[in-house]
């Protein structure tokens, strides 16, 4: 098959590049003839199809750039021209969306409908039913977006500002739910959360597909406890709805030791408050070689969140190196750990995180069960075969 890949960023910046270079690689590795769409940047990857993407857009440059940025959300300018160049020039007979809005456009997905190329839209996120992406409002999970766009003013929702909120919800007027299920043949949710929530959103139950995101580089042993070193971990983002601030806190006043990997906007005021903890260790953003590393030693990882997360691939990445995962019962992380692999406690409270990291600290896993239940649940070749058949229209 011709496939499009279209991601508005090609290198590895976030959960969303990552699944796109990753899915570019199992299709190519299984014959399929893969092109990529996106957005000019200088830490892109070369390409072949490089000279298709879109011009950059900045929203942080002078007025001139963030108009232009403004209009891009929109569909307009020269997103035109280079989305039809690169569909006229490939050809596809899929085009798979992932991350779009802002620096590319859903206009991808029109445009490709038009021509009677078959519409994959992954969500890894849900700027779908709020216009801020992120269902937060005053750090609490908010919903009122889901009926009326209208909120994200009201709440200036994004960054704080009216005037950035103001195009986040004529964005959202432009590029409405009507409009893209005409466009998009299937939305595919990597967590039975998201896809209960899109419904709950208006979206049509029948387009909506579960799948969950995969991993494709697993440890070659998985170490059992006794070769494990003495520690737990957090690994992602370190900004407030993370829950990292609760999980430092309840760190504080335990006797285990935690590894932080990451980096992010709380990061310095953090360092700077755990500095005399000496049973806390920041180490900064790690490479992807060195996060596997550090799950495949740890007892155990922690994932915190205080919204609603999707798909984590950091719990399927501890998993599949056989480590156990104490989860926030928030999004779609319960979906991804059951007695066997992990704890669920209560997301934002300390205290039941206590415990809950207390108790898995002290059980006996099997981290080889885990890791086996895991990588046969999230390798690529599973996935592969369950993203064949939505790309060829079959139900599951």
């Known amino acids: 098959m011709k496939i499009l890949l279209v991601n508005k960023f090609y290198y590895n910046r976030g959960g969303d590049c990552m699944v796109t270079l990753n899915t570019e690689h199992v299709l190519s590795e299984h014959g399929h003839n893969v092109a990529v769409f996106s957005m000019r940047y200088p830490q892109n990857l070369s390409h072949a199809w490089e000279h298709d993407f879109a011009s950059e857009v900045k929203f942080d440059g002078s007025m001139a750039d963030k108009f232009k940025a403004m209009a891009r959300t929109m569909g307009w300018g020269n997103i035109k021209a280079s989305v039809a160049r690169v569909l006229y020039d490939f050809n596809p007979e899929v085009v798979h969306l992932h991350n779009v809005h802002s620096y590319l456009s859903p206009l991808v997905a029109r445009y490709a409908h038009e021509r009677g190329c ?94 969950n995101n995969f991993v494709t580089h697993m440890p070659d042993e998985v170490l059992s406890a006794a070769e494990r070193e003495d520690y737990y971990c957090y690994v992602g983002r370190l900004s407030a709805e993370k829950g990292v601030g609760s999980l430092l806190q309840a760190a504080s006043c335990l006797p285990h030791q935690l590894v932080v990997a990451g980096s992010g906007p709380m990061e310095q005021e953090l360092r700077e408050k755990y500095a005399r903890c000496s049973n806390i260790e920041f180490r900064g953003h790690l490479s992807h070689e060195q996060v596997a590393d550090l799950l495949s030693r740890a007892r155990l990882s922690v994932i915190p969140s205080e919204c609603y997360d999707n798909n984590p691939l950091s719990v399927a990445e501890s998993l599949c190196a056989g480590t156990p995962v ?19 406690f ?16 002290l059980h006996r896993w099997d981290n080889a069960a885990i890791a086996q239940s895991a990588r046969n649940r999230f390798s690529d070749e599973a996935h592969y075969q369950r993203l064949l058949a939505i790309y060829q229209g079959r139900k599951q």
């Open 326 to 344: 104490v989860g926030a019962d928030m999004g779609g992380i319960p979906e991804l750990i059951d007695d066997e692999s992990g704890v669920i």
């Open 346 to 361: 209560p997301s934002g409270q300390v205290n039941a995180l206590m415990d809950a990291v207390s108790m898995a600290m």
């Open 118 to 211: 078959r519409v994959v839209w992954t969500l890894h996120d849900y700027k779908l039913l709020c216009p801020s992406y992120a269902c937060l409002r005053g750090g609490k999970p908010c919903e009122l977006c889901f009926s009326h766009k209208w909120h994200v003013l009201a709440g200036r929702c994004m960054k704080g500002s009216m005037a950035a909120s103001a195009i986040a919800w004529i964005e959202a007027m432009k590029w409405s739910r009507r409009r893209l299920e005409r466009y998009v043949d299937t939305f595919v949710c990597p967590s039975q959360f998201m896809a209960d929530k899109m419904a709950q959103g208006g979206f049509d139950r029948s387009k909506l597909q579960v799948l």
